[in-house]
């Protein structure tokens, strides 16, 4: 395995632009505006599959965005790998708050990326992370050292829920067939300390509207004496909290996984600055449920969280109004034995309920997913750690992750295969935010990195 950092020493150049051209292409998959865009992205990741030396590289149609497909079987008595990872991206706003062009990547040299950082929408999330094992079999193939079959299923919905990808996976379930599903979209502790993500928390996603009058009120002629829908749900959402940082849902906590003593006294040897995670964010203290560490509360807690809320008038200057309507989008994250669709079912309940008389409300389930925990003592994570042993001088640590990926349950479901969560980004990269970025040495550094996984599991 001696030819693999040459390669990418030599080729390095060529990589980072590869990437820059996916990263130029705004594949915003939540705004139909960008229908064309999506596409485009679908044609261009399976054009670079093909030069990578993919076989059978296909662009799946679905009921909405496409599945880019490709493999290379080299023998079908060896192990079959997995790859899946999407092309899709978060809408860029808001876009003051970029220091460069979301769709206009960069490479800027910051404190934690004294090397670069590629700032653009995507980077890491996951146009970066899904193209090192594009680029990773490329390696593999022009050394002519790839020892299994590999099979790419790229899509383009990741950031709407994968609505579709389920029909798909539903219909392709021989052609999808494998030994294992290896997942770059999630992180590692820090560029010197890998770690392998052994746990992701589900999601229960709504939207909630409250309606008052039936319609936009003179504030000084109806002010006092008519609800303003606005100043309701404000209430209502700050009930869903007690005193503690408790979710007040009746029944939300009955199937949560409590860990014990000796398992979260396992997770705090991860390395945490309490001091340097404040300081990235700018913030004077944390927040969270009482009873439980900052680690602990964004990995092995349910959360619930406001995403977005607004209603009345919100351009310049002033209008005096009562709403008739106020708005939000709520999502709740889940921990292991929580179904989104019982949770969701909790919520409308329990949101239906606090609800005063004066006001209607409708809440609108959109998508969910369930939580999954991986073991530490099967064969593709030993091989995952020993892979980062290769490359980092040392054996990853396994953390939990507080992000989602629905599908990774859906794939055990369907497929009947575990996952193999290999991240390379970090917490600090933006993902999800203005001036997202993803390190030019945690890039490359996963393209060394993969083909490592490809050995270590064949073996």
């Given amino acids: 395995m ?5 390669y990418i020493d030599q080729n390095k150049d060529r990589f980072l632009n590869e990437l820059f051209d996916l990263l130029r292409i705004p594949s915003i998959s939540a705004d139909a505006a960008y229908k064309g865009d999506v596409v485009k992205t ?4 399976a054009n670079m599959l093909k030069q990578a030396g993919a076989e059978n590289v296909e662009i799946c149609q679905t009921p909405g965005y496409p599945v880019v497909y490709g493999d290379v079987i080299k023998d079908p008595s060896k192990p079959t790998i997995l790859v899946y990872g999407h092309y899709d ?9 970029w220091v460069s062009g979301p769709f206009e990547p960069v490479i800027k040299k910051t404190e934690i990326h004294p090397e670069g950082a590629i700032f653009a ?7 970066g992370q899904m193209f090192m094992h594009v680029k990773a079999l490329e390696v593999m193939l022009k050394n002519n050292a790839l020892p299994c079959n590999v099979k790419f299923m790229i899509e383009g919905e990741e950031e709407v829920g994968s609505a579709n990808l389920e029909w798909f996976v539903k219909r392709n379930q021989e052609k999808l067939k494998n030994d294992i599903i290896l997942i770059s979209d999630t992180g590692m502790l820090a560029n010197d300390t890998p770690s392998i993500t052994t746990g992701l928390r589900g999601l229960s996603y709504v939207e909630v509207e409250v309606t008052g009058p039936n319609r936009d009120l003179h504030s000084g002629l109806y002010g006092g004496a008519v609800a303003n829908p ?12 007690d005193e503690n940082n408790h979710i007040t849902i009746d029944g939300f906590y009955d199937k949560v996984d409590e860990l014990t003593r000796a398992e979260r006294d396992q997770m705090a040897k991860a390395p945490f600055s309490l001091e340097k995670y404040k300081k990235a964010l700018d913030i004077d203290d944390v927040w969270g449920e009482k009873g439980y560490t900052t680690m602990e509360r964004n990995s092995i807690r349910p959360t619930l969280d406001v995403n977005g809320i607004w209603g009345g008038y919100t351009g310049e200057g002033a209008k005096t109004v009562i709403a008739s309507k106020a708005y939000a989008k709520i999502s709740m994250r889940l921990v292991p034995h929580q179904v989104p669709e019982e949770i969701t079912e909790l919520f ?9 008389d004066y006001v209607k409300v409708k809440v609108t389930p959109h998508h969910g997913g369930l939580p999954y925990v991986t073991e ?16 980092f001088g040392k054996p990853a640590i396994p953390v939990r992750s507080g992000g989602s990926i629905p599908i990774v349950a859906l794939f055990e479901q369907e497929l009947g295969s575990k996952s193999i969560l290999m991240g390379f980004g970090l917490d600090s990269d933006a993902i999800h935010s203005p001036n997202e970025h993803f390190g030019v040495f945690n890039y490359l550094k996963g393209i060394e990195t993969i083909p490592y996984f490809y050995k270590y599991f064949s073996e």
């Fill in 376 to 391: 530490i003592d099967n064969p593709a994570y030993i091989a995952a750690s020993k892979a980062y042993e290769a490359t």
């Fill in 121 to 127: 929408r995507g980077a890491c999330d996951d146009k």
């Fill in 2 to 6: 001696d030819f693999i950092k040459p």
């Fill in 230 to 241: 606005i100043n309701i749900l404000t209430k209502m959402i700050a009930s869903l909290h």
């Fill in 42 to 45: 679908a044609e261009a990741v």
């Fill in 348 to 356: 409308v309940k329990h949101f239906t309920k606090i609800a005063p």
């Fill in 89 to 97: 991206v978060q809408p860029p706003d808001p876009l003051d708050l």
